[in-house]
C-alpha cells in the first residue's frame, strides 16, 4: 500500500481540492491510501497560528502524520506553497519520500520575485488582505488569479465560501504564510527524491517561467498544460492525473 499526501497553497485547505483526490484515487492501485491534511493555520487548523517558516511547515506536518499512525515513506503532491513545503521535505528528509510532483510552484533562487508573485496581482491581494472584504469577494478573487476555465464556478465558489465560513483563516496567519513562502529559499543541487515538475501556462499568479527554471536548474521532467491556470488540478484535474500516471509508469518498479 502507499500513502498520498496532497498539500494545498497559501491560505487554502483540503475542502479546496474539490473531487481531485477522487480522480486521483480512481488512477491509482485500490489499497492506496489519500490524505490531504492541512497546514496550520489553515482548514481544520485554522485556530492554530501559521508557521512563519517552510521548514515549520514540513516539521508540523510531519509529527501530524506520524502522531496520526501514517508511516513514510510518502508519495507527496504539493501545490504552490504546498509544493515549497514538499520541496523542503525532500531536502531534509529524502528518506521519507518516494517521489515528489510539484504543481505551479515558484522558487528562489532560481526565479525573481516579479515572476514568483506576478506584479499585476499585487494590489489585489494586498486589497484582499487589508480591506476585510466578504467571503463571496474574497472567494471570487482567489476565482479569478487562480483558474482560467474551471468546471461549475459558481458552484466551486459557494463551496468555497462555506469553507472559509466554517474555516476563516486570520489575517495574521495569511501574512506568515505569505511572509514564509517569499523567504524560503531552495537548495541549488536537487532533493534525492523523483521529482515532476507540473503548471499552466495560462497562470496568472505565477509566471509559467518559474517551473521551466526550475526544470532546467534541477534538470527535472516538466510539462505544462497550454491553458489552465495557477490551479491546475481545478481547471485540468484528469490532465494532472494523466501526467501523474505517464510519469509513475516510466520510472522503475
Known amino acids: 500500500m502507499s500513502t498520498w499526501i496532497l498539500l494545498r497553497g497559501l ?8 473531487d481531485f483526490p477522487d480522480l486521483l484515487r480512481q488512477a491509482l492501485p485500490p489499497d492506496t491510501c489519500i490524505l490531504t491534511p492541512d497546514l496550520p493555520g489553515n482548514g481544520t487548523l485554522w485556530q492554530s497560528r501559521s508557521p512563519s517558516t517552510v521548514q515549520g511547515m514540513v516539521d508540523h506536518s510531519r509529527q501530524a502524520l506520524r502522531d496520526a499512525g501514517h508511516l513514510p515513506p510518502y508519495h ?11 520541496v523542503d521535505w525532500a531536502t531534509r528528509h529524502p528518506e521519507e519520500l518516494s517521489v515528489a510532483i510539484l504543481i505551479s510552484t515558484s522558487l528562489r533562487p532560481f526565479s525573481p520575485f516579479w515572476h514568483r ?3 499585476h496581482q ?16 474574497w472567494e471570487q478573487a482567489i476565482m479569478a488569479m487562480t483558474t482560467c476555465h474551471p468546471a461549475n464556478p459558481q458552484a466551486t465558489v459557494a463551496r468555497w465560501v462555506a469553507a472559509r465560513r466554517s474555516h476563516p483563516v486570520s489575517v495574521g496567519n495569511a501574512w506568515r504564510q505569505l511572509m514564509a513562502a517569499a523567504r524560503y529559499r531552495a537548495p541549488a543541487k536537487p532533493p534525492a527524491v523523483p521529482m515532476l515538475l507540473l503548471n499552466g501556462e ?6 509559467p517561467d518559474c517551473s521551466q527554471a526550475l526544470a532546467h536548474a534541477w534538470q527535472l521532467p516538466w510539462v505544462t498544460h497550454p491553458t489552465a491556470g495557477h490551479d491546475l488540478p481545478l481547471d485540468a ?5 494523466s501526467q501523474v500516471q505517464a510519469w509513475l509508469a516510466q520510472r522503475p518498479q
Open 11 to 18: 491560505t487554502r485547505e483540503q475542502a479546496h481540492w474539490g
Open 76 to 86: 507527496v503532491l504539493g501545490m504552490s506553497l504546498g509544493a515549497m513545503v514538499t
Open 117 to 119: 508573485l506576478r506584479p
Open 122 to 137: 499585487y494590489g489585489r491581494i494586498l486589497h484582499l488582505l487589508s480591506s476585510h472584504p466578504t467571503d463571496l469577494a
Open 202 to 207: 495560462g497562470d496568472q499568479l505565477v509566471h
Open 237 to 241: 484535474g484528469p490532465w494532472v492525473v
